[in-house]
């Protein structure tokens, strides 16, 4: 078996447009270390197969018959791979920075389970993609479980590395021995919140979930608020999993949230 540093899992579904910038970036970014890009495609209808035929890069695909949902695509592509980190990646990205860098950090930190980077939007303009675990609180107002302070609200760092709850499932990067030994993404979420589901289970073992603000990435997609009955049924899971004496309370309100699609 060769050996890899990296292996990189983008799960794909219908993402023709956003392919060839992601791939082109990944290949800028990673050109320093040693790398394999795995593709899981979630039975796409359009013509992703002939634009990454077109790239002419060294590509494992993986072509599904269904659509699996995120987690256990990317499952999917981590039983595939051979790299000592992994980073899940959506489709619908682009690379800013050498990946070296953050692979450096991870490996001289062995507190360290999670490292994302900081999050621009289609526009270049920095959106928020760190928060807080799920609270009474912020189950009644969803934008209270994003992180406001120390430079999460407008993305203006003091520091270059932050400890945070969770991080979203854009760009998660962590070694690939952590992200078996949890079992990887919890299957039962099929889009949505299983990042912050996956970064408890970092977060249960005494590991430190890490947000760096000195490296970036661009992130095309962002939440659909025609998707918002899936964002809940997707804390409605989480409740269901880790909550204890206020589970009751908290599935109360998120089904009246659900109920009214506020």
Known sequence: MDTVLLSIIIVNYNGE???????TS??????????EIIIVDNASSDNSFNVLKELNSEIKLIKSKENLGFAKGNNLGVAKSKGKFVLLLNNDTVLLSDI????????????????????????????????????????????KLFLNKNGFSDGNFSN?????????GSFLLLSRSLYLKVNGLDEDYFMYVEDVDFCKKIKKLDKKVVYQSNQSYL????????????????????????????????????????????
Not at 162 to 167: H, I, K, N, R, Y
């Open 17 to 23: 447009q956003f392919l060839k910038d992601c791939i």
């Open 26 to 35: 990944i290949n800028k970014c990673c050109k320093n270390i040693s790398y």
């Open 100 to 143: 070296t860098n953050s692979i450096n950090i991870l490996e001289e930190n062995k507190d360290f389970g999670v490292l994302s980077i900081k999050m621009l939007d289609k526009n270049s303009n920095y959106a928020k993609s760190a928060g807080r675990f799920p609270t009474i609180l912020n189950l009644l107002f969803f934008s």
């Open 160 to 168: 270059k590395l932050l400890e945070v709850d969770w991080v979203q």
């Open 219 to 262: 992130h095309f997609g962002g939440f659909n608020p025609s998707r918002k009955k899936l964002l809940i049924d997707g804390y409605l899971l989480y409740v269901k999993k880790h909550f204890t004496i206020f589970k009751p309370l908290a599935l109360l309100v998120l089904k009246f949230k659900k109920s009214i699609s506020i």
